[in-house]
């Protein structure tokens, strides 16, 4: 069965600390991965994606996310994360030629400033 | 673009009401999914279309659940009766087939007392 594991409910960092967010997945076959970000008061945004090709992803904002197959992970990195990175942060996985994501529980990103 | 519109934006009812919640994709996008954001289960994909027709609708919880789309342009989901546990935002996506990215409604937060 399809799913999606972030162990982090809640991250509390620093102004110019380093992140990473872990997310594994559970899926047969040929995988596409996405992290979704939800500011406060906003609804969800595509941060990044992997579809194939070079396993290290970049996305917008500084974000970055890796996708190591042999560990069924694709975790989020930012080498100096913002006050304005605040939010809610989901990883999510679907299968070649499918569009039916199958999301983590989200991960609260709070950063102090 | 206005990317895609959902009404309403906050829903506050009682338990035993009908509350329909409406959707409006992005002009041009054939597919069409309803998921559902709670702090216990994260975001579910309850039923997604396909040029109207529902392709799968095994994530809607039950019967009390249903949606429809009647036409290219617009999709409701509607929960009848509603019940305390129904309480979450619901998030309308939609794409321009089932190959491509989604692109995320701002949601309807529904409190249900």
């Known amino acids: 069965a399809q799913s999606v594991s972030q162990h982090n409910h809640h991250v509390i960092l620093s102004e110019a600390a380093s992140l990473e967010l872990g997310c594994n997945y559970s899926?047969?076959?040929?995988?596409?991965l996405f992290w979704y970000v939800q500011y406060p008061g906003q609804h969800l945004q595509l941060l990044l994606k992997y579809f194939s090709g070079d396993p290290l992803v970049k996305g917008i904002k500084g974000f970055e996310a890796e996708f190591i197959k042999s560990k069924f992970s694709f975790n989020l990195r930012k080498p100096s994360v913002q006050w304005s990175d605040t939010a809610e942060y989901f990883c999510a996985v679907t299968g070649t030629g499918a569009n039916n994501l199958f999301f983590g529980t989200g991960t609260r990103l709070t950063v102090i400033p | 673009d206005a990317g895609v519109i959902q009404s309403p934006r906050h829903e506050v009812t009682e338990m035993g009401q009908e509350v329909t919640l409406r959707c409006k994709p992005i002009s041009g996008h054939n597919s069409l999914f309803w998921y559902r954001q709670t702090m216990m289960r994260g975001l579910e994909l309850l039923i997604y279309f396909n040029n109207n027709v529902p392709i799968d609708d095994s994530g809607m919880p039950e019967d009390r659940f249903s949606a429809k789309m009647p036409n290219a342009s617009f999709s409701t989901l509607k929960i009848q009766p509603s019940e305390p546990r129904d309480s979450a935002v619901y998030f309308c996506?939609?794409?321009?087939?089932?190959?491509?990215?989604?692109?995320f409604g701002p949601g309807t937060r529904l409190t249900v007392l």
């Open positions: 899926y047969g076959g040929t995988v596409n």
């Open positions: 996506a939609s794409s321009l087939d089932l190959d491509s990215l989604l692109v």
